[in-house]
């Protein structure tokens, strides 16, 4: 595990090393190159803001007005008849949504159950095997000016669902 | 996105209204608004790092051979990708990074890959997403990073007795998740072809 940690650490400088030093040996002016690059950063970001703006807005207010906690309780009736500890539907809801409220509710789950319950290895897994989709979704597409996205969106929304009964499904066998 | 945006406001207007928490709901604006300034601040800073960097790997030449040599790994997916397109290369470091957990690499070669691709659409078509775009999109939503090394961290630090245990199930989690992601989307698009 801890080989693997430093493996993945070492991953980008080991991959920068090798591009300077292939551009290099092509004789390429690396820092004009770099430099000619970089500059579409800008552009890109001018892009994106307006759809990370407008994500962050329905994602933020759907949590401030209680639409997620009403949400939360409506779930809740299904926590006793699959037997699946409450608090993980939090999880299982704001992961989509928010990457670092998610990571939040998790701290509390783990303080709150312990770090060894069922409902924090559930959702240690929903997190760790789910993606912030709406976030992604809004970065990949306003990166490249998509407007049309035929039927992306139902795709995303149906896997994030299966990821999240398989992370459950999974955890419950295992365990 | 239309309609999800739609709904998700909506419903947070009506709860809003319900549980008269107005308040709350003006200063989520303000907030969204400051914390989408502060991410796209972020990203500034390593999109463009990116960006050049890969940029070095194309004037060098690199990113054709690379592409060459990854295209095995991911053809069977990608099929309409010509050979040694520098979107195979973006592609599979987006994919390697994830795997990895280099989210400070992952979301900028993310964006280059959508370049890439969106360099294949035709010009009557920048509006409109490719099949290769959905899929790579996919792939990405379903997340499939094997090690969560933050959560593993965050199970220690509170005195958990095996915080690895979660490992192997997120493994496997993350897997299925994936595999049936890639398999809803194919069976949309045979659903779409029949009906259209």
Same mark, same amino acid.
């Given at each position: 595990?801890?080989?693997?940690?430093?493996?993945?650490?070492?991953?980008?400088?080991?991959?920068?090393?090798?591009?300077?030093?292939?551009?290099?040996?092509?004789?390429?002016?690396?820092?004009?190159?770099?430099?000619?690059?970089?500059?579409?950063? !800008?552009?890109?970001?001018?892009?994106?803001?307006?759809?990370?703006?407008?994500?962050?807005?329905?994602?933020?207010?759907?949590?401030?007005?209680?639409?997620?906690?009403?949400?939360?309780?409506?779930?809740?009736?299904?926590?006793?008849?699959?037997?699946?500890?409450?608090?993980?539907?939090?999880?299982?809801?704001?992961?989509?949504?928010?990457?670092?409220?998610?990571?939040?509710?998790?701290?509390?789950?783990?303080?709150?159950?312990?770090?060894?319950?069922?409902?924090?290895?559930?959702?240690?897994?929903? !997190?760790?095997?789910?993606?912030?989709?709406?976030?992604?979704?809004?970065?990949?597409?306003?990166?490249?000016?998509?407007?049309?996205?035929?039927?992306?969106?139902?795709?995303?929304?149906?896997?994030?669902?299966?990821?999240?009964?398989?992370?459950?499904?999974?955890?419950?066998?295992?365990? | 996105?239309?309609?999800?945006?739609?709904?998700?406001?909506?419903?947070?207007?009506?709860?809003?209204?319900?549980?008269?928490?107005?308040?709350?709901?003006?200063?989520?604006?303000?907030?969204?608004?400051?914390?989408?300034?502060?991410?796209?601040?972020?990203?500034?800073?390593?999109?463009?790092?990116?960006?050049?960097?890969?940029?070095?790997?194309?004037?060098?030449?690199?990113?054709?051979?690379?592409?060459?040599?990854?295209?095995?790994?991911?053809?069977?997916?990608?099929?309409?990708?010509?050979?040694?397109?520098?979107?195979?290369?973006?592609?599979?470091?987006?994919?390697?990074?994830?795997?990895?957990?280099?989210?400070?690499?992952?979301? @900028?070669?993310?964006?280059?890959?959508?370049?890439?691709?969106?360099?294949?659409?035709?010009?009557?078509?920048?509006?409109?997403? %490719?099949?290769?775009?959905?899929?790579?999109?996919?792939?990405?939503?379903?997340?499939?990073?094997?090690?969560?090394?933050?959560?593993?961290?965050?199970?220690?630090?509170?005195?958990?007795?095996?915080? %690895?245990?979660?490992?192997? @199930?997120?493994?496997?989690?993350?897997?299925? %998740?994936?595999?049936?992601?890639?398999?809803?989307?194919?069976?949309?698009?045979?659903? %779409?072809?029949?009906?259209?």
């Amino acid at each position: 595990m801890d080989l693997l940690n430093y493996f993945s650490q070492a991953l980008i400088p080991v991959f920068i090393l090798f591009t300077v030093a292939y551009g290099l040996f092509k004789k390429v002016r690396l820092y004009d190159s770099f430099v000619s690059g970089a500059k579409d950063g !800008i552009d890109v970001i001018i892009k994106i803001f307006p759809y990370i703006l407008a994500i962050f807005l329905a994602i933020k207010t759907f949590q401030a007005s209680g639409a997620y906690d009403s949400m939360k309780a409506m779930l809740a009736w299904l926590s006793p008849i699959f037997n699946i500890p409450v608090d993980v539907f939090s999880i299982a809801i704001i992961k989509p949504l928010s990457g670092s409220a998610a990571l939040g509710i998790f701290t509390d789950i783990v303080k709150t159950t312990g770090p060894d319950s069922m409902a924090s290895r559930i959702s240690a897994v929903i !997190i760790g095997s789910a993606e912030t989709t709406f976030y992604v979704l809004a970065v990949y597409l306003g990166a490249v000016g998509i407007k049309k996205t035929k039927y992306l969106v139902p795709v995303c929304l149906i896997a994030d669902i299966f990821g999240i009964i398989t992370a459950i499904a999974v955890v419950k066998l295992i365990f | 996105m239309n309609i999800i945006w739609f709904l998700l406001i909506a419903v947070s207007v009506a709860f809003s209204v319900i549980n008269g928490r107005f308040d709350d709901f003006t200063k989520a604006m303000f907030e969204a608004s400051k914390s989408a300034v502060e991410v796209s601040i972020y990203l500034l800073g390593i999109v463009s790092l990116w960006l050049g960097l890969t940029k070095i790997l194309e004037d060098s030449g690199l990113i054709y051979k690379l592409s060459h040599f990854f295209k095995p790994l991911i053809s069977r997916l990608f099929k309409n990708i010509p050979d040694d397109h520098p979107s195979i290369t973006s592609i599979t470091l987006n994919l390697l990074a994830n795997i990895f957990g280099l989210g400070n690499a992952a979301t @900028p070669l993310g964006i280059r890959a959508m370049k890439d691709l969106q360099s294949l659409n035709p010009p009557e078509e920048k509006d409109n997403i %490719s099949f290769e775009m959905m899929l790579f999109i996919v792939i990405n939503t379903s997340s499939i990073q094997l090690i969560p090394f933050t959560v593993i961290g965050l199970l220690a630090n509170y005195g958990s007795q095996a915080p %690895s245990a979660i490992v192997l @199930p997120t493994i496997v989690a993350t897997l299925i %998740s994936t595999a049936v992601a890639i398999t809803v989307l194919f069976a949309f698009r045979k659903i %779409s072809k029949w009906t259209s």
